[in-house]
């Protein structure tokens, strides 16, 4: 019975690693430095987690599913400064919005066509298309000035309620969809192992649409949040945005040959990238060291995650 | 302790356990020079696992392996190379991409001035190739060659290297009959300097073409070794097949009248033709034949994972048309893959999770949200009703025994309550009481109305579980048996065909 308890603990045990490191992390840096305890902090610390971790639970799921996608950085630039063209317009906000999602969950839904269709590993086609949308990001935010939005909009992306309400709704959902609905049911099948879901009477190729969709519907959401936050749009936004989304879910124990990972695990690496970046700001450390200090976290998170699936699986 | 240094290999008293089974009981087996010594035997016999034993992938639990009269302690792949001792399996390890000479020499390059000295490379390869009498280029790049000059490279990388045992296994499964006599000749004449084979195959006909000896293993254990010259056809036959026990007839329940699946003259471009059958409800049908007769493929036929290319199947009288797992398991049919765990199962995921794969529509509401406790209810269910050994609640397929997950296997599938069960190869590496408890679920299915195909290459197997046998050979259905009018050569005989 007893070993019950511990099996049950190591279905969690990559989670609850990526909680551990959360706290240490916070430790060190309460203790190092006086600023990282002010409320205002951590106050800052969760509004900036908002976009990553929105894009990253999109992510998540694209991983789980056994796909890949590179694209969603660019993707997000190009959602950005669409909306802020359409805001600058005089559109109603919530027409430019959604005409935002619409597009970012076509693009994501393209992306999944092209990897099913064609049979181009996923890292080939989003590669690819990762800059072909920075490249129609530019196009569309050629020459523009595109600042100083309605605050209808703005609200959306300052302060630190709005903000990471939504990140809070985006993880229920998330969480929900992999745990308790039939569709993300599937995406574990279908990371884990293809043809038996196939066998098994899976729509796999019609879900994997699906998990692209929904990942780009995520980059989507994310670029409306960063827009509304900073209250411009540029194409230059969510430059390797991708690697971190995909960085903040290995970390949080996502497999990245998929069938592995969870919207929790996801949260939490994303607050450990998050509260690393800030605490090393803290203590005065420039942000080369701060990616120095992230790559290797990932690395070591990596390597701890595959060292205990070769123990497990003996 | 020495061995006997009349033999190039000796394996003595060889015990090999898996969980759950032995996989080999004390076999022994010399292999002298010059001699073709073939190891016969069924499906799980032991023959694979006897020379993963030889080869070091596989350490012996007892026993002892002696080379040369010497005796080998620890033996791995790196000390068997260095003995001469060469294995060519039926998957080629060439690189393709690379030609013939440079693979005959993999990792034996020798080098001039730092650079790899390709003018002696390639003049050795062709004495080698001229020794063994094979017409190649060696600059011919592997991937344009037939399979049987494949084969052939591969044994003259073999001998690059002063082989003195070449391992052979199922050699001739995918050769045409020319290039089986072109790699016949080429044996011969290698058995004349001294080079010792082991040559592994289920093709019995072959024994006495190629073979000097014969060793016949049976469920692990070695039956007898034999000059091919003292073994009739009946004998060999005989041992292999074993006596069948009394008391192997089980009761079987009675088929019920209507008909659950019918093939009318099903073809698969190449691989089937005219497959015509029908099994009733509550009727069990063995479909049996050698390893490359088409069962698998008449399988995946009817369950949608090949289109058909012309043919009729019919379920509870309807045509249907089948195209895809979904609508095969639509149309009430469950498939039992051969390959457990890497068809079966999510190895990764828990019990619950891949019970739950094939019956998730069922567990959950129409907008998608999944009842877990009535999943978990079903598993539970069928963990006491199966027999299945858990040992917590929250293992991964991938830790349980094969007999546990070939259980688990049928527990996901017996969940969608199918019409026609298709089970291939379904007690492949089970041990025997493992075996009993999946003959025992096949009857209790059959009990309750449900079409169960057989598809297996162990006629012992078929004849103990089913209500009819049809044999299979060469994509063809060639013949019929009920129950009681047969014994097991006969059903070998006619999975054989003509003997030669």
């Known amino acids: 019975m007893f070993s019950g308890v511990l099996q049950r603990f190591q279905r969690f045990q990559r989670a609850f690693q990526a909680i551990l490191g959360l706290v240490l992390i916070n430790i060190v840096f309460l203790v190092l430095s006086p600023t990282y305890r002010q409320i205002g902090n951590f106050q800052n610390i969760f509004a900036q987690a908002t976009v990553l971790g929105i894009m990253a639970s999109g992510s998540t799921v694209v991983l789980i599913s056994g796909g ?6 660019s993707l997000l630039a190009l959602i950005a400064v669409i909306v802020g063209t359409l805001l600058a317009r005089g559109y109603a906000v919530w027409l430019c919005i959604v005409t935002g999602l619409l597009i970012a969950t076509g693009i994501g839904c393209t992306n999944g066509l092209v990897v099913i269709g064609t049979g181009v590993p996923p890292f080939i086609v989003t590669l690819g298309m990762m800059m072909v949308l920075r490249g129609l990001a530019e196009l569309v935010g050629a020459g523009k000035d595109l600042y100083s939005f309605p605050w209808s909009f703005r609200i959306l992306g300052s302060g630190y309620t709005v903000p990471v309400s939504i990140m809070a709704a985006v993880y229920a959902f998330s969480s929900l969809f992999l745990t308790r609905m039939r569709a993300g049911f599937y995406a574990y099948a279908i990371g884990g192992n293809p043809e038996v879901a196939r066998l098994a009477g899976v729509q796999v190729n019609r879900l ?40 903040a879910a ?31 700001s803290h203590l005065g450390i420039g942000s080369s060291w701060q990616r120095v200090a992230i790559g290797v976290i990932i690395v070591l998170a990596v390597w701890l995650d595959i060292a205990q699936r070769r123990r497990v699986l003996k | 302790m020495t061995g006997s240094s009349q033999y190039l290999v000796e394996m003595k008293g060889i015990v090999k356990k898996f969980p759950g089974v032995v996989a080999l009981d004390h076999v022994d ?36 392996i002696y080379i040369e009269g010497q005796r080998v302690s620890n033996i791995s792949p790196e000390v068997a190379l260095h003995r001469g001792l060469r294995f060519i399996y039926q998957e080629p390890s060439l690189v393709f991409d690379l030609d013939v000479a440079r693979n005959i020499f993999l990792g034996l390059e020798t080098f001039k001035g730092g650079f790899v000295d390709l003018r002696r490379i390639y003049r050795k390869a062709q004495e080698l190739l001229q020794r063994m009498q094979v017409e190649l280029d060696p600059r011919t790049t592997v991937r344009n060659l037939s399979i049987t000059e494949q084969k052939l490279v591969e044994i003259a990388r073999a001998l690059a290297t002063e082989a003195k045992v070449i391992v052979l296994d199922e050699p001739t499964d995918v050769l045409e009959h020319y290039a089986r006599e072109r790699l016949f000749a080429i044996i011969k004449r290698l058995k004349a300097e001294g080079v010792g084979f082991v040559y592994i195959s289920h093709r019995y006909a072959e024994v006495y073409e190629i073979g000097d000896r014969v060793t016949i293993l049976r469920d692990g254990k070695n039956v007898g070794t034999f000059t091919v010259q003292e073994l009739s056809f009946e004998a060999m036959i005989e041992k292999m097949v074993g006596k069948s026990l009394k008391g192997q007839q089980r009761e079987l329940p009675l088929p019920r009248e209507a008909e659950a699946l019918r093939l009318e003259r099903v073809c698969l471009e190449g691989r089937l033709r005219n497959i015509s059958f029908a099994v009733r409800r509550g009727e069990v049908v063995s479909i049996t034949g ?27 009288g309807e045509a249907k048309d089948i195209r895809s797992p979904a609508q095969a398991i639509q149309c009430g049919i469950a498939f039992l893959p051969e390959d457990r765990r890497t068809k079966g199962l999510i190895l990764d995921q828990t019990v619950r999770n891949n019970y739950g794969l094939p019956n998730l529509c069922r567990l959950s509401s129409r907008w998608g949200w999944i009842d877990f406790a009535a999943m978990d209810s079903e598993v539970d269910w069928y963990v006491r009703r199966l027999g299945i050994k858990l040992p917590h609640k929250f293992v991964l397929a991938g830790q349980l025994s094969g007999g546990n997950q070939q259980k688990l296997v049928l527990a996901k599938w017996l969940g969608t309550r199918p019409k026609v069960f298709l089970l291939d190869e379904p007690t492949r590496g089970i041990d025997v009481l493992g075996r009993r408890e999946i003959y025992n ?60």
Not at chain 1, 68 to 73: A, I
Not at chain 1, 252 to 267: C, D, F, N, P, Q
Not at chain 2, 290 to 309: D, H, N
């Open chain 2, 441 to 500: 679920i096949v009857s209790e299915l059959a009990r309750q109305g449900v079409a169960v195909v057989v598809f297996t290459s162990d006629y012992n197997e078929a004849l103990e579980i089913s209500h009819r046998i049809l044999i299979m050979r060469r994509g063809e259905l060639c013949q019929e048996f009920s129950r009681g009018e047969v014994t097991e050569d006969a059903v070998l005989k006619a999975a054989i065909g003509e003997v030669r």
């Open chain 2, 290 to 316: 050698l390893m490359g007769s088409g069962k698998t493929e008449l399988a995946e036929v009817i369950f949608g994972v090949r289109p058909k290319t012309s043919g009729t199947i019919y379920i509870e």
């Open chain 1, 208 to 247: 994997r649409l699906v998990y692209y969709a929904l990942g780009g519907f995520m980059a989507g959401l994310a670029a409306i949040v960063l827009t509304a936050r900073l209250n411009f749009a540029s194409s230059t936004f969510g430059q390797g945005m991708e690697l971190n989304a995909i960085a």
């Open chain 1, 68 to 73: 890949l996608d590179l694209s969603v950085g």
């Open chain 2, 29 to 64: 087996f010399t292999v002298k020079p010059g001699e073709v010594h073939v190891l016969l035997g069924e499906n799980g016999a032991g023959k694979s696992t006897l020379v993963k034993v030889l080869s070091g992938a596989y350490v012996a639990d007892e026993g002892e």
């Open chain 1, 250 to 280: 290995v970390i949080g124990g996502t497999s990245l040959s998929g069938g592995i990972g969870g919207a929790l695990g996801t949260i939490v690496g994303v607050l450990v990238m998050t509260c690393l970046s800030a605490g090393l």
